[in-house]
Nanobody
Framework: QVQLVESGGESVQPGNSLRLSCVAS?????MGWFRQGPGKEREFVLG????????YTADSVQGRFSVSKDNFANTAYLQMNNLRPEDTAVYYC??????????????????????WGQGTQVTVSS
């Protein structure tokens, strides 16, 4: 059983940066970040494999958001730069201990991630 604890969400002004952290317990194959805005479905943001560090990125955050990991600390980070009001959402850390495909589509599917954090609120507003 893997447990995930997120931190770092807060209210910021447009153009600012924010870094979220997710500490995991247990053995993982990949960690990822999803977000769910008001009245919207949960959507994939970024993912990273634990071995090899292969990164998957949603088009909507390409060039602004990045993901990194610390294998020793079993922690993943989501660096968000040039934040926009439309980035306002609850951000969820996700993890999986099994990976059956290397395709981008595989990692964007909510159902392929079997562990979830409690979520952390990010609000971007002037």
């Amino acid at each position: 059983q893997v447990q995930l604890v997120e931190s770092g969400g807060e209210s910021v002004q447009p153009g600012n940066s924010l870094r979220l952290s997710c500490v995991a317990s247990g053995r993982l194959r990949a960690m990822g970040w999803f977000r769910q805005g008001p009245g919207k479905e949960r959507e994939f943001v970024l993912g990273i494999t634990w071995i090899g560090g292969i990164i998957y990125t949603a088009d909507s955050v390409q060039g602004r958001f990045s993901v990194s990991k610390d294998n020793f600390a079993n922690t993943a980070y989501l660096q968000m730069n040039n934040l926009r009001p439309e980035d306002t959402a609850v951000y969820y850390c996700a993890a999986t201990d099994r990976v059956y495909s290397n395709s981008n589509e595989y990692f964007t599917e909510v159902s392929n991630w079997n562990y979830w954090g409690q979520g952390t609120q990010v609000t971007v507003s002037s």
